[in-house]
Every structure is written in structure tokens, then in C-alpha cells.
């Protein structure tokens, strides 16, 4: 049965590390959110350890400087893993042998700049690429939009490497937007290949458990999907914030009985945990 907690650091001392996710926990994509800063800071001034396990298809560095140009302290976090890390990682080791790619990103660059230091190019036809580079959507995009891109990918039989799993993203005012794993999964719908990145899939947990060194791991997250499903997955315990992607779902109703319902909507396993934001 889940557990509905007022103030994280109830339970924070019974793990070796807690595991956070970007949006929808720390910040809206735009600023943090309220007494998040303040919450980290004296969950580390207590001895816990903190990380950051992000669906963001751009590498670690970036994602981490755009959480301390937001406020938060470098010093919070021992890791920023990102599902865009780990792909760039499996390119740049040789795991991923395709080397012509054409990408599919939320701003004009963000590709270029995310393959920086691999031997890979873009190409600006699907016809001259070996695969797909998921690694965003413009803000207000949907799937339709990229219906010519997705049946071009089709006819050639190429893979689509999704860096960016998740399905929705919140952003401020409340505002919930397509994210990239809607547009892979329409793909696999029509019989094509995708490889993921992230959350909840096992591999990029177990990496980050390898690089933390630790057994009893807590992840907090907004998403049942990706942060509850892998956490539970890979044996961790997990906490359900309330104030992320289903806000709106919270805010007037039971919280117990709304979760209830989102869980047996979804036909998945309730969180350990469940708090109204991150304190």
C-alpha cells in the first residue's frame, strides 16, 4: 500500500542514494518549483546522497547546467545521467554501428551540438540516412506532423533510436506537451524498429546504480510510465510526485483515491511513496 508522505526526509535516511527525476520534480522546464531548492539542500546538509536520472535526449552537461542556472547547487547532485548520455555512449563505444543519421529534434541544432565528438553525420533526407535520431519534438508538435518522416523511415526499413522515452512532459502554467516516445511508439505500431533510451527501460538503471555504488535506492518521479515503472523494474523503492505531469488530477480530488485511479487506468504498480511536491 502506498505511503503518503508530508516531507521526504521521513524517509530519506533508509536509502543509500535518492534518484531524481528533471521535469515535473525539480522544475517546470522554465523554474523550479517551489521549496525544491530548500529540500535538496537539507536533504544534503543530512548526509543523503542525490542524482539526477533524466528522459532528456541531450547529454549530461547541459542538463546539468540548466538545472544550476536555475538555482539549484552543482554541489546537490554526485550524478546528471541523461538517456541522451547514454546513447551518445553507446554510439561513441561502437555499440550503435549506424553512422549516418537524420534527426529529429525540438530545436534547430540541438543534434549537432549533442554529437559533438562522434564520428557520425546528419543527413537532411530520410533517404540518405541509416537511422532515426528521436531526440525531441518542437513544443506543440504532434505525431501527425511527422506522418511524411515516419513512412519515408518505413519504406527504408531504418531504425529509430529514441533518446527522449517519455510520452508527456509538463511544463509551466501547467501546460502538458507530446514528448518523443508517442512518436516511436506510433512507429513500432506500423511494424517499425526502436531501440530506447531511458526510462523506464532497465539498462540505464542499472548504470546509474554501477556509478553510485549503491543498493537501496529511492526514485522519485511524476511518471507512472517511466519513473515508477522503472524504479519498481529495477528493484528500487519510488516516490510519486503529485505536482508534475499529473497535477491537474491532484488538485481537487482525494489524493489516495485519485492515485487509485490513475494506477488502475494505467495497469500499473501504485509507488511506494506519494508527496504533494518535492519538500
Not at 542514494?17 to 535538496?40: M, N
Amino acid at each position: 500500500m502506498t505511503k503518503i508522505l508530508d516531507r521526504i526526509s521521513r524517509v530519506a535516511s533508509k536509502y543509500d542514494a535518492i534518484v531524481l527525476d528533471q521535469y515535473g520534480v525539480l522544475h517546470d522546464g522554465s523554474s523550479p518549483y517551489a521549496g525544491a531548492i530548500d529540500c535538496l539542500c537539507d536533504l544534503v546538509n543530512q548526509g543523503i546522497r542525490l542524482a539526477v536520472l533524466s528522459n532528456s535526449g541531450k547529454r549530461s552537461a547541459p542538463n546539468a547546467a540548466r538545472i544550476i542556472n536555475m538555482g539549484f547547487s552543482a554541489s546537490l547532485f554526485e550524478v546528471v545521467m541523461t538517456s541522451g548520455e547514454a546513447l551518445w555512449r553507446d554510439i561513441s563505444n561502437g555499440t550503435i554501428v549506424e553512422q549516418c543519421f537524420f534527426s529529429i529534434e525540438s530545436c534547430t541544432g540541438d543534434a549537432a551540438k549533442w554529437a559533438e565528438g562522434l564520428d557520425i553525420k546528419f543527413e537532411n533526407s530520410v533517404q540518405t540516412a541509416q537511422a532515426i535520431l528521436l531526440m525531441g519534438l518542437p513544443d506543440g508538435h504532434s505525431t501527425i506532423q511527422w506522418n511524411d518522416v515516419l513512412n519515408q523511415a518505413l519504406s527504408a526499413k531504418l531504425p529509430i533510436y529514441c533518446s527522449n522515452p517519455d510520452l508527456s512532459s509538463p511544463r509551466a502554467g501547467g501546460l502538458v506537451i507530446t514528448s518523443p516516445g508517442v512518436l516511436a511508439h506510433e512507429y513500432i505500431k506500423h511494424g517499425g524498429k526502436v531501440v530506447f533510451y531511458g526510462k523506464p527501460h532497465r539498462v540505464i538503471f542499472d548504470g546509474l546504480k554501477q556509478l553510485l555504488k549503491a543498493d537501496r535506492l529511492l526514485m522519485v518521479g511524476d511518471s507512472l510510465d517511466h519513473d515508477i515503472e522503472g524504479g519498481h523494474a529495477a528493484g528500487w523503492d519510488t516516490l510519486l510526485v503529485q505536482s508534475g505531469l499529473y497535477a491537474s488530477d491532484f488538485i481537487t480530488n482525494s489524493h489516495g483515491a485519485t492515485l487509485s485511479r490513475i494506477v488502475a487506468n494505467k495497469g500499473c504498480k501504485p509507488p511506494t511513496y506519494l508527496i504533494e511536491a518535492l519538500k
